[in-house]
């Protein structure tokens, strides 16, 4: 049973006014960040990209732009697509609005989950999923697909519905989603400021 990362990045990014998966925390646009973060857990790693992403990213990874049937239905279409793209596989899927997001976070994810469920995603201190922190068993595409078809287009009621795993990270912290320039703009300088304060610590220790 293989597993597939998934790097959903085609959100309209209403509130922030610019593409998220384009954001720079970390000397990379976050669309290449999180795929990095996702490598070292899965067999391959892909991009799923709204149209004008996948003419314009410049990336190693393989990009997925949504089928024409799922169009429009949000991150639910970009899984759909890509359990139809790559059957018989699971899928880790992680959002690129998750700054604090870490692969050992992902992995004690991945080490907590009760792969007999269908599917487990973090859940936040008010009792909702985060869909885009997920893990989704091939197992679930099928019910992924008869939930569309009904007319549902929620992640977070497909969770809902089939009683998915729950997992609290370590630090709430980790499901942080930026969602506005003046987010971003605090987040860029908490991260900044304590890779500052790190190094000061590591040269404060040198001989």
Same mark, same amino acid.
Request: glycine share 8%.
């Given at each position: %049973? !293989?597993?597939?990362?998934?790097?959903?990045?085609?959100?309209?990014?209403?509130?922030?006014?610019?593409?998220?998966?384009?954001?720079?925390?970390?000397?990379?646009?976050?669309?290449?960040?999180?795929?990095?973060?996702?490598?070292?857990?899965?067999? &391959?790693?892909?991009?799923?990209? *709204?149209?004008?992403?996948?003419?314009?990213? &410049?990336?190693?990874?393989?990009?997925?732009?949504?089928?024409?049937?799922?169009?429009?239905?949000?991150?639910?279409?970009?899984?759909?697509?890509?359990? $139809?793209? #790559?059957?018989? $596989?699971?899928?880790?899927?992680?959002?690129?609005?998750?700054?604090?997001?870490?692969?050992? /976070?992902?992995?004690? #994810?991945?080490?907590?989950?009760?792969?007999?469920?269908?599917?487990?995603?973090?859940?936040?201190? *008010?009792? #909702?999923?985060?869909?885009?922190?997920?893990?989704? !068993? &091939?197992?679930?595409?099928?019910?992924?697909?008869?939930?569309?078809? *009904?007319?549902?287009?929620?992640?977070?009621?497909?969770? /809902?519905?089939?009683?998915? =795993?729950?997992?609290?990270?370590?630090?709430?912290?980790? %499901?942080?989603?930026?969602?506005?320039?003046?987010?971003? &703009?605090?987040?860029?300088?908490?991260?900044?400021? /304590?890779?500052?304060?790190?190094? =000061?610590?590591?040269?404060? *220790?040198?001989?």
């Amino acid at each position: %049973m !293989s597993l597939y990362g998934l790097v959903i990045c085609g959100g309209e990014s209403t509130r922030m006014g610019t593409d998220k998966s384009l954001l720079v925390y970390y000397r990379k646009p976050q669309y290449e960040h999180v795929a990095d973060l996702l490598a070292p857990l899965c067999e &391959r790693v892909i991009l799923c990209c *709204n149209g004008e992403q996948y003419k314009t990213f &410049r990336t190693g990874y393989p990009k997925l732009a949504d089928l024409l049937e799922f169009a429009g239905a949000g991150p639910m279409g970009g899984l759909l697509t890509a359990f $139809n793209t #790559f059957p018989g $596989n699971d899928f880790l899927v992680a959002g690129c609005d998750y700054p604090y997001l870490t692969t050992d /976070e992902l992995a004690d #994810f991945l080490h907590n989950t009760d792969k007999d469920l269908p599917a487990t995603a973090f859940y936040n201190q *008010n009792a #909702f999923y985060e869909p885009l922190l997920g893990w989704y !068993s &091939r197992s679930a595409g099928n019910a992924l697909l008869k939930a569309f078809k *009904n007319g549902s287009r929620s992640l977070q009621r497909f969770l /809902e519905n089939e009683h998915a =795993g729950k997992y609290r990270p370590s630090s709430e912290k980790t %499901m942080l989603s930026a969602d506005t320039i003046d987010d971003f &703009r605090a987040v860029k300088q908490a991260l900044e400021a /304590e890779n500052n304060f790190q190094n =000061g610590d590591q040269s404060d *220790n040198q001989p």
